[in-house]
């Protein structure tokens, strides 16, 4: 018999396991319940596939990405191994053949499509055919509160129980909730869970407050001119403009968007993978299909959606495992679009609540006091010591006790009804009359004009924190008015204190610098 380690060489020609792989291949083969988070790249497929061949029987991998699939049972049929897929893509013969494989006993590996698990004859086939485990790759599908559910996750867990063999589940999210959702979906007892490999070493990371965001995109380019690099934007527009700006300061640059021909994107596509230096300028609309090792740095000239998004978005930096740079930009506008974005979407209120949770933990990471690394990671479920390759292990920031100004910005907020957004609110703080203070008689609040002690800059920066730490949010439906949340309460009440960090506080934002 084979051990893993010998299959490990023989089938797949790797010369060891990856971080976490062994464990998790034992398991398996162990015939273990197994939950397993790694990231996206991480190898989870060979965490199934060998297995598949150490245990008798076959093993069935329920897959909702059909090209993926294609390409899995494509390299393991190269390598000799028995595998087959059930997909709607199939020709005829490839169904001929995986039927005449299974009913002669000798396929090892059975890849379908969640929908097939609806049809009654699959349950069937599968006892027939022996199966003696399931794996269930891209398992967050079965969350309800994702994005990428599927309702035909949701029949696995029968399945599994009247099958009575393994389950192994495999995702790259790591988000509490949808672990536990994961897991009673599944399975009936918890599962021996993994969570490995979120680390990326070689990348640092580094956030910075909008303030000249162009040249800041700039600066951070020109620091690395000749190198390949992704700036992620948020509209379609920005990207052309900054594709341009990057262009005119001598770079090699190009835009990428959803609303380009599909013939122009695959040009942008095939360039960026074939020629080094060049700067692409995109959407999130790129990135998906490339598979470029040795991309330098990744900026994000806009806010990315979630710390989820963030994190696959800079992933894709440095997978050659060589030194690797990034930088986020982040301001209130951002903030305040993130939200409004979740607010005014269709999704149902409980997703909406997730996305707000997903969206506050990168705002928890970009306003962190401490490694971002440590913040990062802990939300990922790993607990890191400093690593030393972040911007705030290389420059700790100065903190101060920020609880008298928060106070003052919420009993502003509350004072008018919490019917205003930031601007409005400064004008209050800072006594400075406008039209709209005169007509609601603002200047006759008591707290009119307290805190004058601060520049509208800094008061920016105060709200933007406030806005990081949850402690308020723009209300969609009242032109981002902003609303108090529950966690300030103890604060309003001089029950709890709110830490700030000043250099963020001290270097307001501002207009994009005019270049000389
Ligand atoms: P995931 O499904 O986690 O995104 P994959 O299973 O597709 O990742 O693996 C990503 C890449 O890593 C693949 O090209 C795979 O061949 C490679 N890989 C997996 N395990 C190993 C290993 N132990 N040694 C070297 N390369 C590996
Ligand atoms: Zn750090």
Redesign the pocket.
């Known amino acids: 018999m084979n051990t893993p380690k010998d299959l ?1 060489s023989s089938v ?1 020609g ?5 971080p976490g ?1 062994e464990e998790i291949v034992d398991a398996v083969c162990a015939g273990r319940d197994v939950l397993a988070i ?10 199934f596939q060998l297995p598949a061949l150490c245990r008798d029987g076959l093993t069935v991998v329920i897959s909702p990405l059909i090209a993926l699939m294609r390409d ?1 049972v494509r ?1 393991l049929q190269e390598a000799g191994v028995e595998a087959g897929a059930l997909t709607s893509g199939n020709t005829e013969e490839e169904t001929d053949a995986v039927w005449r494989a299974i009913d002669d006993g000798r396929l090892k590996l059975l890849y379908i499509a969640p929908e097939r698990l609806a049809s009654t004859g699959t349950e069937r086939m599968l006892q027939r055919a022996n199966c003696s485990l399931i794996a269930v ?1 891209e398992a967050h599908c079965v969350s309800q509160w994702g994005h990428d559910f599927r309702p035909d996750y949701l029949r696995i867990g029968a399945l599994r129980k009247t099958l009575g063999v393994p389950l192994a589940a ?1 995702t ?1 999210t790591a988000d509490a909730e949808t672990r536990a959702e994961i897991v009673t979906r599944l399975f009936d007892a918890a599962p021996e869970t993994f969570l490995h490999g979120f680390d990326r070493p070689n990348i640092t990371l580094t956030f910075q407050p909008k303030d000249g965001p162009r040249q800041q995109i700039l600066s951070f380019a020109a620091a690395r001119k000749g190198q390949s690099g992704i700036v992620y934007c948020g509209t379609r527009a920005k990207t052309e403009t900054l594709a341009r700006a990057l262009s005119d300061s001598g770079h090699l640059a190009c835009y990428y968007h959803g609303g380009m021909d599909a013939e122009d994107r695959r040009e942008v596509e095939r360039r960026f993978q074939q020629e080094d230096g060049l700067i692409v300028v995109a959407t999130v609309a790129f990135g998906m299909g490339i598979d470029k090792p040795d991309i330098r740095w990744v900026a994000h000239a806009d806010l990315p959606k979630s710390i989820e998004a963030y994190y696959q978005e800079i992933g894709r930096a440095g997978r050659d495992g060589a030194p690797a740079d990034t930088l986020t930009l982040f301001g209130s506008d951002d903030i305040r679009y993130r939200r409004q974005q979740i607010d005014e979407g269709l999704a149902p209120p409980e997703m909406k609540q997730a996305d707000h949770g997903r969206l506050n933990a990168l705002l928890g990471l970009a306003e962190a006091q401490v490694c971002r690394r440590v913040a990062l990671l802990s939300y990922f479920g790993e607990s890191p010591a400093p690593c030393g390759n972040c911007d705030l292990c290389e420059a700790p920031p100065e903190l101060f006790d920020g609880t008298e100004a928060v106070r003052k910005a919420l009993s502003a907020m509350l004072r008018t009804e919490e019917r205003f957004g930031t601007g409005h609110l400064i004008d209050v703080l800072r006594g400075t009359e406008t039209d709209k203070t005169r007509r609601f008689a603002h200047h006759t609040l008591p707290t009119w004009g307290c805190g004058r002690d601060l520049p509208k800059g800094q008061w920016q920066a105060v709200f933007r924190q406030m806005m990081g730490l949850d402690l308020v949010r723009p209300d969609a439906e009242r032109h981002g008015a902003l609303r108090m949340t529950d966690p300030a309460r103890p604060i309003l009440r001089g029950e709890a204190s709110v830490t700030l960090r000043r250099d963020t506080i001290e270097r307001p934002e501002r207009r994009p610098a005019v270049k000389q």
């Open positions: 490990l797949f790797f010369d060891a396991f990856r792989q790694m990231p996206t790249g991480g190898g989870k497929s060979l965490c899995q390299a790759d495999f790259a």
